[in-house]
């Protein structure tokens, strides 16, 4: 789906958008699939705001935006687990990161209108960091983004600054990298933005009238190993195209604590 050009500015600057990876009738499915999600977590009186917080924002609008986001859709609705293995989905991904790719987790994002919150600049990498950082995102795009509606902005290049200090793990420091400085990537509904998780990306907030939704899937090659266990997932090690070269790590290993004594 990709070329030999395509591949190169990936690795040069650090992200690639693919157009049309997802037919209207797909997208049509996921939209249906983030709806289910967020009023069975309403009916569960499991929603949550996520909206980051810290001192990029004044506290007043802070209190104001909203952001919804869950993870491992997959596990919530089927259109994700389509999604995540779709033939166009994983030919990108071969070609990005090897023949040999896992996922990692997922999580689905919606920015509503008006008050749709920020992210601030930040890496990937200090959420769950890899020898080798082959681990990319793959955010599909379920709507229109723009840079009225908060679309991603990325500074293309930044992953080959290798892993930068956070504040507090979450992001950078916003004077140093405010979000205004990130190169804008406008997508339509349907179309992928893939990024390494070491390029710095980060989003304004979402002034405009419509919703922004988008999957978040972070992928990465079964060859490289985790630096630590600072962040585990349920559905991590899932082969998406390829092979599991190594059968001895072909399940994610977890230790199961009875109730009583978590």
């Known amino acids: 789906m990709i070329g030999e050009a395509e591949k190169a500015f990936y690795e040069d600057n650090g992200y690639l958008l693919v157009k049309g990876v997802f037919d209207a009738s797909e997208v049509e499915a996921m939209r249906a699939g983030v709806e289910g999600i967020v009023e069975r977590a309403i009916a569960a009186k499991r929603e949550s705001n996520h909206a980051w917080q810290g001192d990029f924002m004044p506290e007043e609008q802070l209190k104001r935006v909203v952001l919804r986001g869950f993870h491992d859709v997959q596990y919530h609705d089927a259109s994700f687990l389509r999604a995540m293995v779709h033939p166009r989905m994983t030919a990108v991904l071969a070609a990005l990161i090897g023949p040999d790719v896992q996922l990692h987790h997922s ?7 008006e008050n749709g ?6 890496q990937d990498y200090p959420y769950f960091p890899y020898k080798h ?5 793959a955010s599909v795009h379920l709507d229109d983004a723009d840079e009225q509606n908060g679309c991603l902005r990325v500074i293309p290049g930044s992953h080959k600054q290798g892993p930068l200090p956070h504040v507090g793990r979450h992001y950078l420091d916003a004077k140093q990298y405010p979000i205004a400085e990130g190169t804008p990537c406008p997508a339509e509904a349907g179309d992928v933005l893939f990024f390494n998780y070491l390029t710095i ?8 009238d419509r919703t ?7 992928y990465r090659s079964a060859h490289d190993e985790a630096a630590d266990d600072s962040h585990v997932n349920w559905g991590a090690g899932l082969m998406v195209c390829g092979q599991q070269p190594d059968f001895d790590r072909a399940q994610p290993r ?6 009583e004594q978590a």
């Open 117 to 122: 919150a920020a992210f601030p600049m930040h």
């Open 201 to 208: 990306h980060g989003s304004d907030c979402n002034r405009s």
């Open 254 to 259: 977890f230790t199961l604590v009875a109730p």
């Open 107 to 113: 999580k689905m994002l919606v920015k509503p209108p």
């Open 133 to 137: 950082h082959t681990m990319l995102a």
């Open 212 to 218: 922004r939704r988008n999957v978040l899937y972070q």
